[in-house]
């Protein structure tokens, strides 16, 4: 189940920006794992969508934990294929 934002066999982490990263918070936010709100409330800054940061990489080794998943906080392939299949059933 490959994606348009997402090459085969791309592994992204705290740090990295792109497209799929807008992609996996928008999905472990539907999931309840992160909130959607695009503020930090704490600062008043704004969240760029797109930059995988720590909260998100909280809300992913957050999610790799509920699945049973090796908790690294990198989406690779078995937490991209497991974000997509939870998607899927909401």
């Known amino acids: ?47 760029a969508l797109d930059v995988f940061d720590e909260e998100l990489d909280h809300a992913v080794r957050a999610f790799q934990q509920h699945r049973g998943l090796l908790v690294d906080g990198i989406v690779g392939e078995a937490t991209y294929r497991a974000l997509k299949e939870a998607s899927y059933r909401l």
């Not at 490959?2 to 990295?16: M, N, Q």
């Not at 996996?24 to 800054?45: C, K, M, P, V, Y």
């Open 1 to 47: 189940m490959s994606s348009p934002h997402r090459s085969a066999g791309e592994a992204l982490r705290c740090g990295d920006r792109s497209a799929a990263v807008t992609e996996i918070r928008a999905s472990l936010t539907a999931l309840g794992h992160l909130d959607g709100s695009d503020e930090n409330l704490s600062t008043g800054r704004h969240v």
